[in-house]
């Protein structure tokens, strides 16, 4: 079975970090974009980042830059998060998602991804 699992969520400070880690069974993500996505309460999901060989990190929001980025872990078969200078609107459920391409979409990635993980979440108190 394919699939994406989020995990390293939790609550944490103002001004704190956090590294949410996106780890694939069935499907190898080395070649592939992998895309981070946010979803708040209330709110509609959006892009965050996406990382790929072909881009490097492309930022969906201009919120996270110089704050997020991510990397891969070849020889675990996952992809990273690294979370720095948290603020409460980065409060959210964090999602990873690919669409096995290998490059990163511009154009409406949330609709193009079509393999997501089920999310963690990251709280970040005032």
């Known amino acids: 079975q394919v699939q994406l699992v989020e995990s390293g969520g939790g609550l944490v400070q103002t001004g704190g970090s956090l590294r949410l880690s996106c780890a694939a069974s069935g499907l190898s993500l080395v070649p592939y974009a992998i895309g981070w996505f946010r979803q708040a309460p209330g709110k509609e999901r959006e892009g965050v980042l996406c990382?790929?060989?072909?881009?490097?990190?492309?930022h969906y929001t201009d919120d996270v830059k110089g704050r997020f980025t991510s990397s891969r872990d070849i020889a675990n078969n996952t992809v990273h998060l690294q979370m720095t200078s948290l603020q409460p609107e980065d409060t959210a459920v964090y999602y990873c998602?690919?669409?096995?391409?290998?490059?990163?979409?511009?154009?409406?990635?949330?609709?193009?991804?079509?393999?997501w993980g089920q999310g963690t979440q990251v709280s970040v108190s005032s």
């Open positions: 998602a690919t669409d096995q391409d290998y490059g990163c979409p511009v154009n409406d990635p949330i609709g193009i991804m079509n393999l």
């Open positions: 990382i790929s060989s072909k881009d490097g990190n492309i």
